[in-house]
């Protein structure tokens, strides 16, 4: 009987897996350099059965340049998987947010990683996370929890949040045996940085050109980060994707599309969970932007000035620089993603926002009041959409989410109308 349920549950996975997969493909097929995007992320979800990680970060909020810096490779657990949430029934609640019970599910994947020796790097960003680290720590494996100062802007913040990333490395130092110098601080620093920079350019590259690449093929390559057996070889593939989509750029005919252009806020939408961008899309609406904490990172990254002095002063420019740009929702105030969405609504043309929010993560409608203050004053309406992984709901979404297009579709065509 047992043998069954996991059978199924298995079955759950390789179907999402796989449909999101083909739907990426299917729509981005002419671009050649895409594809090795879809192989390595296959690669990332079925090559499992030898695989016995040093060191496994959970979700994205770790300044990982400080895990490579100590001569480990990161081996990311982020969730985004209606299969991982069903091996975690047994687990966690079944309210629990879907991106833990995800998480809680990989690591105890039937037939996957062997997490034995691995050391469990944990943000305490939210309950759910402080509730996985027990378990986990219950059960005997390695932990090292990270608390996210809730105030970035306290005045002791960063000075806290620097020695637990050096207490972080001590433990990661331990389990690689390397030796955390200040060149190899340097040296992290730089590669990250490398990483996030190419892909904020493709993101801002490739932002109205749905003809060319889909929004939720965008969204995709951003996820693949997490995914990639190594940084440098992910940049030289995003660089090359990047060659490709500006050629085609030079020579398409159409170079925007015409679609309502909207931002898509609040909870992170992880592979291979794609029900919401696909949506969206099929809705007749462009995701101009999607701003969450997955994409913020891009702005973190470290210049001449940071990148200057002894290894525990760089550590601290790394503290500080998280903390100015980070947007972890552990912060009591999410400054920085305000202030981001404020500036690119200003300087962009959005005309609506879908504030996406998981069952579960009441941190993002905490802060959704804020947000919405901030539009109305700039005219743009806000959408609130709550879901979860499972795809039952989809056709009830798509009826709402239809009439926000419509919506928007008509205050367009007054806006045109009133100018002429």
């Known amino acids: 009987m047992s043998n069954n349920i996991s059978s199924n549950k298995t079955d759950i996975f390789d179907k999402e897996y796989c449909e999101s997969l083909n739907s990426l493909y299917n729509d981005n097929a002419e671009l050649t350099e895409i594809r090795w995007f879809f192989n390595k992320t296959y690669d990332w979800a079925y090559e499992t059965e030898n695989l016995s990680p040093d060191v496994v970060l959970l979700g994205t909020a770790i300044p990982e340049e400080m895990v490579i810096a100590a001569g480990a490779k990161p081996h990311w657990i982020i969730g985004g998987s209606l299969g991982s949430v069903a091996w975690s029934d047994d687990l966690v609640p079944r309210d629990t947010d879907p991106v833990s019970r995800s998480i809680a599910g990989y690591i105890n994947r039937p037939e996957g990683a062997d997490f034995s020796d691995s050391l469990f790097i944990i943000p305490l960003i939210n309950d759910s996370m402080r509730k996985i680290a027990y378990d986990l720590k219950s059960e005997g494996h390695k932990v090292c929890l990270i608390d996210v100062p809730p105030d970035s802007k306290d005045k002791y913040a960063a000075e806290k949040y620097a020695g637990q990333l050096t207490s972080m490395c001590e433990a990661v130092s331990e389990k690689t045996k390397a030796r955390i110098s200040r060149s190899s601080v ?151 993603m305000y202030d981001y969405v404020s500036w690119f609504v200003q300087n962009h043309k959005i005309e609506g926002v879908v504030y996406h929010v998981l069952k579960g993560q009441i941190e993002y409608d905490f802060e959704l009041e804020r947000f919405e203050a901030m539009l109305s004053k700039q005219g743009v309406p806000v959408f609130r959409l709550e879901t979860d992984y499972q795809y039952q709901d989809v056709e009830q979404l798509r009826i709402r989410m239809e009439t926000f297009s419509e919506m928007l579709t008509q205050r367009r065509y007054r806006e045109v109308k009133k100018a002429s």
């Open 186 to 336: 340097v040296s992290a620093m730089k590669t990250v940085s490398a990483a996030r920079s190419v892909m904020h350019r493709f993101l801002e590259i490739t932002r109205g050109h749905t003809d060319i690449i889909t929004d939720a093929a965008r969204m995709f390559v951003q996820n693949s980060y997490y995914m990639s057996p190594s940084i440098d070889e992910w940049i030289f593939h995003v660089e090359s994707l990047i060659r490709e989509i500006e050629n085609r750029i030079g020579q398409s005919k159409n170079k925007k599309t015409e679609h309502p252009a909207v931002m898509l806020l609040g909870s992170p939408v992880f592979f291979p969970n794609y029900k919401i961008p696909f949506l969206v899309s099929k809705c007749g609406l462009e995701i101009s932007e999607a701003v969450d904490y997955l994409s913020m990172k891009s702005f973190i990254t470290y210049n001449k000035k940071t990148l200057w002095g002894s290894r525990d002063r760089l550590i601290r420019n790394i503290a500080s620089t998280w903390l100015r740009y980070d947007s972890s929702p552990a912060y009591v105030k999410n400054d920085a």
